[in-house]
């Protein structure tokens, strides 16, 4: 029986073709919508994850905040405090804490013959390297001897060697650094790193490495950094939050002086604000697959009129009500399982695009797949029992008069 109505809703969309594809598109756009926003958002989020895990599984990045004037006291800033003493302090102090990198970190234009560009400065020590996992193409990193003397020797990304050296070896080379206006020097290209890319809020390759000592004496004329990123010993992130975070409020007196952040921290704060933006934005796509639903009722109830006579001799061949309830409930349900399986390739085309154009996986969950498709046969059924219930309810004997 229901194979039967299954050959007859068909029959019906072949006589209709035209009718039938426009009530499918809304059904169509809608699950296409709803797939490629879901994959889009998911493939995006786990291309974050995977860069911001590429800097180390037990990073604990360490800024500072504002220490508040209470009691009369004027508000001070926390960088007045953040200095290489307080660094080594937290190595020595925090026993699940492998590493502590100072950095001082500003604005910088660099110069060299007829070829000049703005990138960022990072004023480090050795350890930097192996904290946030980076590694040299060419030549060598910053040394402890670098730090010791003040050396004024910089290690390049490769975005500044494209733009500042295109055909040619930097190594050995001498570029101008204008930092932040003010100052002027001479450095010497000891090292180039591998190609990292964008990670988060900033580039590796897109910035210049120097001693920290030689950016605080002869730069900025400091005695302080802006931040610190610390290495927790292996499986010991949590562990070593907390023991920084002691230190520091037992030295600082105050808990909001600074902020604390391990790496695990970001990569859930970064899949919060992803999954409810794509939950938002597929709320908001799922709206058309509520038009599609009323275009199908629309033309569910067109059909019913134009079959009239139809129903009639149905039921005076001895059809029951059911049975006619059930024929053009498998219709509405025929035309919306369709325009579901054809929106669900759209939205897979559109996501592997985007995802071929941005560099990063094509995923296509099966609880996306279940939703959408699961509601936009819902959408068939709900708006199509109104049309069948208004056939069943037809009176044989004025449906027979009927024309």
């Known amino acids: ?22 009530s499918m598109l809304g059904i169509i756009i809608g699950v296409a919508a709803v797939i490629a926003i879901i994959s889009i958002g998911q493939g995006a989020t786990q291309k974050v994850t995977e860069k911001i895990s590429a800097l180390g599984s037990e990073l604990i990045t360490i800024y500072p905040g504002s220490s508040g004037g209470k ?79 003040c050396s004024k020797v910089a290690v390049l990304g490769q975005e500044v060697v494209d733009e500042l050296f295109p055909g040619e070896d930097p190594l050995g080379k001498k570029v101008i650094v204008n930092y932040q206006g003010k100052r002027r020097f001479i ?13 988060m809020f900033f580039n590796f390759d897109n910035q210049i490495y120097i ?13 302080y950094v802006n ?30 002086a600074f902020k604390v952040f391990g790496q695990q921290q970001i990569i859930e704060a970064v899949g919060q604000a992803t999954s409810t933006m794509i939950i938002m934005l597929a709320g908001i796509a799922a709206i058309s697959l509520l038009v599609g639903g009323i275009g199908i009722m629309n033309i569910m109830l067109v059909s019913v009129v134009e079959r009239t006579r139809e129903i009639g001799i149905r039921k005076a061949l001895g059809a029951k009500r059911k049975d006619i309830l059930v024929q053009f409930l498998i219709e509405a349900l025929v035309v919306s ?13 559109i996501s592997a695009l985007v995802a071929h154009f941005n560099n990063w996986p094509v995923i296509l969950s099966p609880s996306s797949i279940v939703l959408a498709f699961g ?18 309810r037809l009176d044989p004997i004025e449906a027979l008069r009927y024309e």
Do not use: C, H
């Open 71 to 149: 009691g009369g006291k004027v508000s001070t800033q926390v960088t007045d405090i953040f200095s290489l003493k307080l660094a080594e302090d937290l190595k020595r102090l925090s026993p699940d804490v492998k590493n502590v990198v100072p950095v001082v970190q500003g604005g910088a234009s660099l110069k060299y013959k007829g070829n000049n560009m703005r990138t960022s400065a990072v004023a480090t020590i050795p350890k930097y390297s192996e904290v946030l996992n980076l590694s040299t193409q060419e030549g060598r990193f910053i040394s402890s001897n670098d730090v010791d003397e």
């Open 211 to 223: 001693p920290v000592t030689t950016a605080m004496k002869r730069l900025t004329g400091t005695r």
């Open 375 to 392: 509601f936009s046969v819902g959408i068939g059924l709900v708006f199509g029992l109104y049309p069948a219930r208004k056939a069943a």
């Open 337 to 349: 399982f369709i325009g579901g399986v054809i929106g669900l390739l759209f939205g897979w085309t």
């Open 227 to 256: 931040q610190y990123y610390a290495q927790a010993q292996e499986g010991e992130v949590e562990e070593a939050t907390k023991q920084i975070e002691f230190i520091l409020t037992k030295r600082l007196k105050d808990e909001n």
């Open 187 to 199: 450095f010497e290209v000891i090292g180039v790193l591998e190609k990292k890319g964008q990670m």
């Open 1 to 22: 029986m229901v194979l039967e109505l299954i050959k007859i809703a068909f029959k019906s969309l072949k006589a209709n073709k035209l009718r039938f594809i426009l």
